[in-house]
T-cell receptor, first 113, second 114 residues
Framework: GESVGLHLPTLSVQEGDNSIINCAYS??????FIWYKQESGKGPQFIIDIRSNMDKRQGQRVTVLLNKTVKHLSLQIAATQPGDSAVYFCAENPGGSARQLTFGSGTQLTVLP | NAGVTQTPKFQVLKTGQSMTLQCAQDMNHEYMSWYRQDPGMGLRLIHYSVGAGITDQGEVPNGYNVSRSTTEDFPLRLLSAAPSQTSVYFC?????????????FGSGTRLTVV
């Protein structure tokens, strides 16, 4: 079936550097893409989303880029901080009235001092 | 608001035992879902509900039952626990609408089946 996957399972960055987390998706019918942050022992927290008719969306210190041609999604975190250390998931909504989500396997981001 | 509350936080079961994972939300959300999260994998949808009295299967429904008698509660029942059901279970809820981005997740139930 359709799935969402990530290129790298782990990513380490120096504090203050920018982080880029990538995600590949395969369902061309998906119309929403969402990034979640999951800290140890907690449930996922919404970071930012993007509709399929957009290429870029910015939030506070985060930017999501969507390339529908190659079915690629990325999350950019500016000036990465220790509090950004977590697992990051991309999720897609493959359509349908119930609007359920399909999640990728996650990337562990570690911020080095 | 407490948000989405899951109980218990931890549970150990013997193979063949049954139990119910509780999920309650106080945000008057119509949509509720159950996911399981296994090591190195993303969340997989077990069952979901778009309103009281309405439930449907997700990606991995086998071995689980759900019911939705009220808007607030969405319990997940394991009928006969198996080691393959060892996982972390998350409940989530949101209001209906065109965007699926508004999910609020509970803090999870860590289940071990021995």
């Amino acid at each position: 079936g359709e799935s969402v996957g990530l290129h790298l399972p782990t990513l380490s960055v120096q504090e203050g550097d920018n982080s880029i987390i990538n995600c590949a998706y395969s369902n061309s019918a998906s119309d929403y893409f969402i990034w979640y942050k999951q800290e140890s022992g907690k449930g996922p927290q919404f970071i930012i989303d993007i509709r399929s008719n957009m290429d870029k969306r910015q939030g506070q210190r985060v930017t999501v880029l969507l390339n529908k041609t190659v079915k690629h999604l990325s999350l950019q975190i500016a000036a990465t901080q220790p509090g950004d250390s977590a697992v990051y998931f991309c999720a897609e909504n493959p359509g349908g009235s119930a609007r359920q989500l399909t999640f990728g396997s996650g990337t562990q981001l570690t911020v080095l001092p | 608001n407490a948000g989405v509350t899951q109980t218990p936080k931890f549970q150990v079961l013997k193979t063949g035992q049954s139990m119910t994972l509780q999920c309650a939300q106080d945000m008057n959300h119509e949509y509720m879902s159950w996911y399981r999260q296994d090591p190195g994998m993303g969340l997989r949808l077990i069952h979901y509900s778009v309103g009281a009295g309405i439930t449907d299967q997700g990606e991995v429904p086998n071995g689980y039952n759900v019911s939705r008698s009220t808007t607030e509660d969405f319990p997940l029942r394991l009928l006969s626990a198996a080691p393959s059901q060892t996982s972390v279970y998350f409940c989530a809820s949101r209001t209906p609408g065109p965007t699926p981005s508004g999910y609020t997740f509970g803090s999870g139930t860590r289940l071990t089946v021995v």
